[in-house]
């Protein structure tokens, strides 16, 4: 990874969850991190149905209540959480925007800082 960011440690995301993060400052989370036992995955946090709108309905609240799916709290859009694909709703077949992470040796986890920028207004 050329530019990262470091987001949190690894023991700070819940095993079995998703948190928000806004690394670069902008006053609002725009990438959130899924967790689930060894997966992690990061996503820019805007539905590609309506290009900014975030998908929490409130702070770190990306998924369903079974923590099956990721949910667009706007459109009602259902979104894998290995892949970001939108399984149902509005932008069936569209996906969310993915975000290269790393996991260091201290339990570190970083985003690619030029992924990051695709989120400035």
């Known amino acids: 990874m050329k530019a990262a960011v470091l987001l949190c440690r690894l023991d ?7 948190r928000g993060f806004d690394p670069l400052g902008h006053g609002t989370d725009t990438v959130f991190v899924v967790r689930k036992g060894e ?8 539905c590609p149905h309506y290009g900014d709108t ?17 949910v667009c709290a706007a459109h009602g859009a259902r ?8 399984v149902l709703g509005p932008c ?7 975000v290269p992470l790393e996991l260091n040796t201290k339990g ?13 207004p």
């Open 54 to 70: 975030p998908l929490p309905w409130r702070k770190d609240q990306y998924l369903d209540a079974a923590g099956d799916a990721i």
């Open 92 to 98: 069936l077949g569209q996906s969310l925007t993915a």
């Open 12 to 18: 700070a995301l819940p095993e079995q969850g998703a």
């Open 39 to 46: 997966m992690l995955r990061a996503y820019l946090n805007r």
């Open 108 to 120: 570190e986890l970083t985003a690619a800082i030029t992924s990051l920028q695709e989120t400035s």
């Open 79 to 86: 979104f894998d959480t290995a892949t970001g694909l939108c």
